[in-house]
């Protein structure tokens, strides 16, 4: 644990409490029972936590001009509802492999699994959408040799209980903090790893359009791609209709045989375009209450715009 203050070291802890006693009563209630348990403290939320829930509502209206006000309110509540879902499916899944593999299920992995049989790693590019978390622990019960992209959290509490969680069943996770050469040896590894681009980039190196609004996005998967020539493998994140949560996989994505920055932007567009489909189909199912455009007016994308200008 990261050394800290004895005050923050307690504020820290008194943050992680709640969820801790949270978790003792999920291990109480039975699989239904968690999962409405946690659908309804999602969607109370929605109305407690008015500052985040306006920035839903701003986000959908603008990414969908053509929906109605009620439209938009009812796929920003149904956003909430599957927070608190992800939370509950993830504190039961991580309970139990058996749990995993009776809720869970891939599809369309023949591609993958033929590619990884050869000893090469694959990339697997995915989002915030539906249940990520699911998605993660699903490969590795599955018995994939399965690593992930964590972002690490403040809470050092927090985030050893998520750490612990995470890699239950096997998956390797990389720290999001300079994380491209970990990302590599992973690949050489032989190892399939998992990348959610679809968040606000602290220091993105690019400003592309997602929903006809500029944000910055990571390029960390298209470079890994073709600085390795590894193919990507778009996994799309599901609930059926007994909602049981699928990542069903799409056809690889292969890099050209060499490198250039064209290369780049055109692979991290064809992801970004893959994440705005999967979204598109099922609004609700986003996590449209993360400030994906916080960085739409930053300077540096002004700078890199009159760059290229002059350039």
């Known amino acids: 644990m990261t050394k800290l203050s004895f005050i923050k070291k307690t504020k820290y802890f008194l943050e992680f409490v709640p969820l801790y006693a949270g978790v003792f009563l999920f291990s109480l ?3 239904k029972a968690a999962i409405g348990f946690g659908c309804f403290a999602g969607r109370m939320a929605s ?11 701003d986000n959908l209206t603008r990414a969908f001009p053509e929906k109605s006000p009620a439209e938009i309110e009812a796929i920003a509540r149904d956003s909430w509802e599957n927070i ?3 939370a509950a499916e993830f504190l039961k899944l991580s309970e139990s492999k058996a749990a995993t593999l009776a809720h869970c299920r891939v599809e369309n992995d023949g591609e993958l699994k033929k590619w990884l049989a050869t000893g090469k790693g694959a990339l697997l590019h995915s989002a915030h959408i539906t249940n990520w978390e699911a998605g993660s622990l699903i490969m590795s019960a599955a018995g994939y040799n399965f690593s992930a992209l964590s972002r690490i959290t403040r ?4 985030e050893n209980f998520l750490f612990k969680r995470r890699t239950k069943f096997g998956t390797h996770l990389i720290s999001h903090r300079q994380p491209f050469f970990a990302c590599v040896k992973a690949l050489k590894k032989g190892r399939a790893l998992t990348i959610l681009m679809d968040q606000n980039m602290p220091a993105g190196d690019l400003f592309l359009p997602v929903f006809n609004r500029v944000c910055a996005v990571t390029p960390i998967t298209a470079l890994l791609s073709l600085k390795t020539g590894t193919p990507v493998f778009p996994a799309r994140l599901y609930r059926d209709g007994h909602g049981v ?7 690889a994505i292969f890099p050209p045989e060499h490198y250039s920055e064209e290369g780049v932007l055109e ?3 064809r992801l970004n375009a893959a994440t705005e489909r ?10 449209w209450s993360h400030n994906r455009w916080k960085r739409e007016n930053d300077p540096k994308r002004f700078a890199k715009k009159e760059e290229t200008e002059i350039a």
Request: glycine residues 2%.
């Open 155 to 158: 809470n050092p509490f927090v």
């Open 29 to 31: 209630l039975p699989w």
């Open 47 to 57: 109305y407690l936590v008015s500052k985040r829930f306006k920035l839903t509502i």
């Open 278 to 287: 999967w979204i598109r189909a099922e609004p609700a199912m986003w996590l």
């Open 267 to 269: 692979l991290v567009n």
């Open 245 to 251: 949560i699928v990542a069903q996989y799409e056809p």
């Open 84 to 86: 608190g879902r992800i």
